[in-house]
């Protein structure tokens, strides 16, 4: 803990990660959020729909967590007495034009495709999954990832064929961060089998229990923000941030407001744009991590799921792009994700617009997910030459999703050392130990589940 004494904080954005930085830097300073939009949460955003006099609470951004990788994020649930409740991350890939489709969460739900039992084809694929996960665990055990390769270099090197790559894993790698199939091979080798293997992804039988929040991913706004809820500021847009030697200037619409320190808890690109005086170190690295926008639509229209029932999954990835370069196009059954009792089957997908009926169209949104490159890996290890006191500009401080992994508990995480060089920490209680799933499901579920 580096600093002393109370101090006045700007924090810049409220989704997780603001909301975070906000709640532990609140136990010993005073903290003002400013938030650009007209509601609380970024990611974290939960629509109300009515449907014949009921009405139901769906998550369209940040879904789930689990008990193995969100640590950070299950003890703020438990210190704010959050609600959780267990779900099912299965995972499906149909391709419509084919008519080929299969869930890999139990052997009726593979063999959904009937003719699959009798497919050669398909029990290629199914070899090629095994030896991909016992090849990537065993070579990322014996350190043998070069770190310059990415994933689509390894794929071809070890001879793994199409089907495997197109069917199986990059439409679940792409599903996971909202990224193209053409993105997913351009991702940091050792980074990806790392990030599977620590979700249990590589494994047929020891996962991660999933939950998502009771009542919506929204039930926890109120309660991490309650200790700065009078110096949030809504429908506020920062308009520019320049620092000198004792304080830190925040503009908006409104005038120029005068801080001790900020954190900037939002994008990398939207954090660079607001610095007036950025420095090149700045520009450099903030600059080595990008976005893309990816279109999200709350809907009613089934014909986004697999043809076959039985093969609807929590996450079901259409194949039925033109182009690898093509935007990810993934729909979740939220009836299963968040066990809503409905007769009605909502809906959200993303980046398949076109295909859905207008009239089931609920609601349309657009969310920025960050790109992960080897330039981008190498530009998280730099986040002390730019935030906290060792940096150019020592009254700055960057915390953000993308300085990990890209989830909620990446956002919580980069939070919370921000906190750590201000002088804040976490409540000292453990959340409750992991367990792992039954074995159960024959391939591996889902990844984060953190869609947002």
């Given at each position: 803990?580096?600093?002393?004494?109370?101090?006045?904080?700007?924090?810049?954005?409220?989704?997780?990660?603001?909301?975070?930085?906000?709640?532990?830097?609140?136990?010993?300073?005073?903290?003002?959020?400013?938030?650009?939009?007209?509601?609380?949460?970024?990611?974290?955003?939960?629509?109300?729909?009515?449907?014949?006099?009921?009405?139901?609470?769906?998550?369209?951004?940040?879904?789930?967590?689990?008990?193995?990788?969100?640590?950070?994020?299950?003890?703020?649930?438990?210190?704010l007495e959050v609600?959780?409740?267990?779900?099912?991350?299965?995972?499906?890939?149909?391709?419509?034009?084919?008519?080929?489709?299969?869930?890999?969460?139990?052997?009726?739900?593979?063999?959904?495709?009937?003719?699959?039992?009798?497919?050669?084809?398909?029990?290629?694929?199914?070899?090629?999954?095994?030896?991909?996960?016992?090849?990537?665990?065993?070579?990322?055990?014996?350190?043998?990832?070069?770190?310059?390769?990415?994933?689509?270099?390894?794929?071809?090197?070890?001879?793994?064929?199409?089907?495997?790559?197109?069917?199986?894993?990059l439409p679940m790698?792409?599903?996971?961060?909202?990224?193209?199939?053409?993105?997913?091979?351009?991702?940091?080798?050792?980074?990806?089998?790392?990030?599977?293997?620590?979700?249990?992804?590589?494994?047929?039988?020891?996962?991660?229990?999933?939950?998502?929040?009771?009542?919506?991913?929204?039930?926890?706004?109120?309660?991490?923000?309650?200790?700065?809820?009078?110096?949030?500021?809504?429908?506020?847009?920062?308009?520019?941030?320049?620092?000198?030697?004792?304080?830190?200037?925040?503009?908006?619409?409104?005038?120029?407001?005068?801080?001790?320190?900020?954190?900037?808890?939002?994008?990398?690109?939207?954090?660079?744009?607001?610095?007036?005086?950025?420095?090149?170190?700045?520009?450099?690295?903030?600059?080595?991590?990008?976005?893309?926008?990816?279109?999200?639509?709350?809907?009613?229209?089934?014909?986004?799921?697999?043809?076959?029932?039985?093969?609807?999954?929590?996450?079901?990835?259409?194949?039925d792009r033109r182009?690898?370069?093509?935007?990810?196009?993934?729909?979740?059954?939220?009836?299963?994700?968040?066990?809503?009792?409905?007769?009605?089957?909502?809906?959200?997908?993303?980046?398949?617009?076109?295909?859905?009926?207008?009239?089931?169209?609920?609601?349309?949104?657009?969310?920025?997910?960050?790109?992960?490159?080897?330039?981008?890996?190498?530009?998280?290890?730099?986040?002390?030459?730019?935030?906290?006191?060792?940096?150019?500009?020592?009254?700055?401080?960057?915390?953000?999703?993308?300085?990990?992994?890209?989830?909620?508990?990446?956002?919580?995480?980069?939070?919370?050392?921000?906190?750590?060089?201000?002088?804040?920490?976490?409540?000292?209680?453990?959340?409750?130990?992991?367990?792992?799933?039954?074995?159960?499901?024959?391939?591996?579920?889902?990844?984060?589940?953190?869609?947002?």
């Amino acid at each position: 803990m580096t600093q002393q004494g109370a101090q006045r904080i700007a924090v810049i954005g409220s989704g997780i990660s603001g909301m975070a930085a906000g709640w532990y830097l609140s136990a010993r300073h005073e903290v003002t959020l400013f938030e650009a939009a007209p509601r609380l949460g970024g990611h974290t955003a939960t629509v109300d729909v009515a449907v014949n006099g009921d009405t139901y609470a769906i998550d369209t951004g940040f879904i789930v967590f689990n008990d193995w990788t969100y640590p950070h994020f299950q003890r703020l649930l438990d210190t704010l007495e959050v609600a959780a409740q267990p779900t099912e991350m299965s995972f499906s890939v149909h391709e419509t034009g084919r008519d080929f489709e299969y869930n890999g969460h139990t052997l009726g739900s593979l063999f959904a495709q009937r003719r699959n039992l009798l497919s050669p084809a398909f029990y290629r694929l199914l070899r090629e999954i095994m030896r991909f996960n016992r090849d990537a665990t065993r070579d990322l055990d014996q350190q043998r990832l070069a770190s310059a390769m990415t994933l689509g270099d390894y794929l071809d090197q070890q001879g793994y064929g199409e089907a495997f790559q197109r069917r199986y894993l990059l439409p679940m790698g792409a599903a996971i961060w909202s990224a193209s199939l053409t993105d997913l091979r351009g991702f940091p080798l050792a980074f990806f089998v790392r990030f599977f293997r620590n979700h249990g992804l590589l494994s047929l039988t020891h996962r991660p229990q999933w939950y998502t929040v009771a009542g919506g991913s929204r039930a926890y706004i109120p309660a991490l923000t309650a200790p700065y809820a009078e110096r949030i500021r809504l429908n506020t847009p920062v308009v520019a941030i320049t620092r000198d030697a004792t304080r830190v200037t925040v503009t908006t619409a409104a005038g120029s407001e005068r801080f001790d320190r900020v954190v900037l808890a939002c994008h990398a690109d939207q954090a660079l744009a607001l610095l007036v005086d950025a420095a090149p170190v700045e520009r450099e690295v903030l600059g080595a991590m990008p976005y893309q926008d990816n279109e999200v639509v709350l809907h009613t229209d089934t014909r986004l799921l697999p043809r076959r029932r039985r093969a609807w999954a929590s996450w079901n990835y259409r194949l039925d792009r033109r182009d690898a370069r093509d935007a990810v196009s993934v729909t979740y059954n939220m009836n299963i994700l968040q066990r809503l009792s409905a007769d009605t089957t909502f809906c959200v997908t993303l980046n398949d617009s076109e295909s859905i009926d207008p009239a089931r169209v609920l609601k349309r949104f657009t969310y920025a997910h960050p790109r992960f490159t080897l330039g981008g890996q190498a530009a998280q290890a730099r986040h002390a030459e730019i935030s906290g006191a060792t940096a150019t500009h020592g009254r700055t401080h960057f915390c953000g999703a993308y300085w990990r992994n890209g989830f909620h508990e990446d956002g919580v995480w980069s939070a919370l050392r921000v906190a750590r060089a201000l002088g804040c920490d976490e409540p000292a209680a453990p959340p409750s130990p992991p367990t792992a799933l039954p074995a159960h499901d024959l391939l591996p579920d889902a990844g984060p589940g953190d869609m947002g």
